[in-house]
């Protein structure tokens, strides 16, 4: 049985791996948070330098806009393995996903709703 730092670390560590290898870049920063049966992913850094461009060069709700649907749809279909990676990890099958992006700040959020709040170790530290 894991700890909840222990299992926080291991999600921010395949949600890097997965950026990494399925968007092409990983982000500058990951933070995960286990909240009972929620599980919240924060990834700083993620836009790329052609997305950036994209969102300051087009009328600002139009960059947005476009910005999204992609992300959203690339997500989308990258949903299968990330509903495995914390399947693999938390022991909880998602129930629900929800994403958003920041094209101002360049972070992105996952958030998942899981089944059950996961069985943790307590934390040697205190």
Do not use: W
């Not at 836009?47 to 709700?61: D, G, N, R, S, Y």
């Not at 958003?100 to 996961?118: C, N, Q, W, Y």
């Amino acid at each position: 049985m894991k700890s909840q730092g222990e299992m926080e670390a291991a999600i921010c560590a395949g949600v890097n791996r997965f950026e990494l290898e399925y968007m092409g870049r990983g982000p500058r920063g990951t933070q995960a948070f286990l909240i009972g049966d929620l599980l919240v992913i924060r990834l700083i850094g993620v836009l790329t330098a052609a997305e950036q461009h994209l969102v300051m060069t087009l009328p600002p709700e139009k960059g947005r806009d476009l910005l999204k649907q992609v992300r959203t749809q690339l997500i989308e279909a990258a949903r299968p393995s990330l509903e495995k990676l914390v399947l693999d990890i938390i022991e909880s099958k998602v129930v629900s996903f929800h994403h958003d992006i920041s094209t101002r700040t360049g972070e992105e959020i996952l958030v998942f709703a899981l089944d059950h709040a996961p069985q943790l170790r307590e934390s040697k530290r205190k």
